[in-house]
């Protein structure tokens, strides 16, 4: 697991993932392959928001939620899975995209700590991530 707190409390909508491209490295068994990336809830709104939708639940994010124990890092916070994805070594693409589920991103919850969640990596014994890259909402 990788906490990241952020310079500031955004509405997260993406997360980059990187790694050497597949060609330039023998080494692609330490790509990391399943990953979930999960947002504190903190503050009250967000709690608000957070038991709402907790109850409401449905597809994806309830598999998730009924899965998915505690993190490790958690403290005692509430955290909710923002996405669950895999990174594709073998994609044209070394640096990948990948949207958060759009039942949380409805809600408008916001987020100042993410933490990474690595599932299983190529085949290795140990995981390399090159760089993680987390995009907020566009402002006009």
């Given at each position: ?20 491209p ?6 692609t ?8 990336l ?6 009250k709104?967000?709690?608000m ?29 509430p955290?909710i ?9 073998h994609?044209?693409?070394h640096?990948?995209?990948f949207?958060?589920?759009d039942?949380?991103?409805a809600?408008?919850?916001d987020f ?5 969640e ?23």
């Open positions: 697991q990788i906490a990241i707190a952020l310079r500031d409390v955004i509405r997260v909508m993406h997360v980059m993932v990187d790694h050497i597949a060609g330039l490295t023998n080494a068994e330490s790509a990391p392959r399943k990953l979930l999960w947002g504190m809830v903190d503050g709104d967000n709690l928001k957070y038991c709402s939708l907790r109850n409401s639940v449905t597809g994806t994010l309830r598999e998730l939620l009924t899965a998915r124990t505690a993190l490790a890092l958690s403290r005692g916070m955290f899975p923002l996405v669950r994805f895999d990174y594709n070594i994609a044209t693409n640096t990948q995209l949207p958060i589920l039942s949380v991103a809600t408008g919850m100042g700590i993410v933490v990474l690595i599932l299983d990596n190529w085949g290795g014994e140990l995981t390399c991530l090159y760089r993680v890259g987390i995009y907020r909402e566009h402002r006009t």
